[in-house]
């Protein structure tokens, strides 16, 4: 894995190297209207963390920023629009994970290079994902579920809200992990997928804490692991799938970035970075991460290159193994 984190890091470094009056640039930025395009439908997860990041850099500079929506095809329609948007700051994108360390491996004909096109900025957040299934079910923690996928005497179900899907990429990640196969069962969307789950017509399904948690709370799901490294503060009594399932390093964690398009000048990504790094460590920006399920992160830009380096591979390993192919 190193061999491919080094040199994918690396690309990203050179295409971040400065123009010449780009510090000139910087101390001027911004002084016009800073787009934020976000690639999925607003109300969701990605476009309510633009708008929170949006207004608060908008307070800090004195200036509008605006959240344009794009969507379709995966969020792809998104990134190749920033991809090719001027490389003068005034164009950035709220980068799911999908988009960044998903999408490359999934999709043979995408319209954007990731190392090539994009200047990362910052990872702004983690999102972590939880194991569930409906009330109704008899499984009731993630021993019994691996025990019974292993038995071969169920027919094992996963739902997910499309092919190549992180929810997609941790089921698999998961059967594979605990030795037994399941059956994927895509729908278009979060939503459909958690209502067959709730409705006990599907096994289970891997969905941010975000989402699942009102139905966790109400009774109609039960949470049967985290799907992080370490447990949630939000449901500290909750295993992680590594410890509840015995598959040691299992992680899927959900995560947004801020990217900006390549060549955009050095001190210009510097100064966002710097902004962005501030704002997610203020305590009202934690609690409006908080609300919507996810954790600050604001690491350096070599830091977020090598955070898509790795997932790259890592996903990549999993996509070609069990032949996911897009919708």
């Known amino acids: 894995m190193v061999s491919v984190i080094k040199p994918l890091a690396l690309a990203f470094s050179i295409l971040a190297v400065a123009a010449p009056g780009a510090l000139a640039q910087a101390v001027d930025y911004p002084s016009k209207t800073v787009r934020i395009i976000v690639g999925f439908a607003a109300g969701g997860a990605p476009d309510a963390l633009a708008r929170i990041l949006g207004e608060k850099f908008g307070q800090a500079w004195q200036q509008s920023v605006v959240i344009e929506n794009r969507t379709g095809a995966q969020g792809n329609i998104a990134m190749s629009a920033v991809a090719k948007a001027p490389a003068d700051g005034y164009t950035l994108a709220l980068v799911p994970i999908g988009n960044a360390a998903v999408n490359p491996s999934l999709f043979s ?8 096109d994009f200047a990362p900025i910052t990872q702004i957040a983690t999102v972590e994902n939880v194991l569930v299934v409906g009330a109704q079910s008899p499984v009731k923690s993630l021993q019994e579920l691996v025990a019974l996928g292993r038995s071969g005497s169920a027919n094992l179900t996963y739902a997910t ?5 992180l929810a997609h990429l941790a089921a698999e990640l998961f ?7 399941m059956r994927h069962v895509p729908y278009r969307g979060v939503s459909p997928a958690l209502t067959d789950v709730l409705r006990g017509e599907v096994t289970m399904t891997f969905a941010q804490l975000s989402t699942a948690k009102p139905f966790i709370d109400s009774g109609q799901m039960r949470a049967l692991g985290v799907a992080s490294k370490e447990r949630s503060a939000v449901l500290p ?18 995560w947004y970035a801020l990217m900006a398009p390549a060549q955009t000048p050095e001190p210009i990504i510097a100064k966002l970075h710097k902004e962005a790094a501030r704002i997610l460590q203020t305590p009202e920006m934690k609690g409006a991460l908080e609300a919507q399920g996810a954790k600050p992160v604001g690491g350096t ?17 999993i996509i070609r193994e069990a032949n996911i192919k897009p919708n």
């Open 109 to 116: 004909d995408l319209p954007y290079d990731i190392v090539r």
């Open 161 to 165: 809200p499309g092919a190549g899907s």
């Open 175 to 181: 059967a594979r992990g605990g030795g037994f196969e």
């Open 237 to 254: 009594d909750l295993p992680t799938v590594a410890e509840g399932a015995g598959i040691p390093g299992f992680e899927a964690v959900s």
């Open 301 to 317: 830009p070599a830091e977020l290159a090598a955070v898509i380096a790795q997932d790259t591979a890592r996903w990549a390993k």
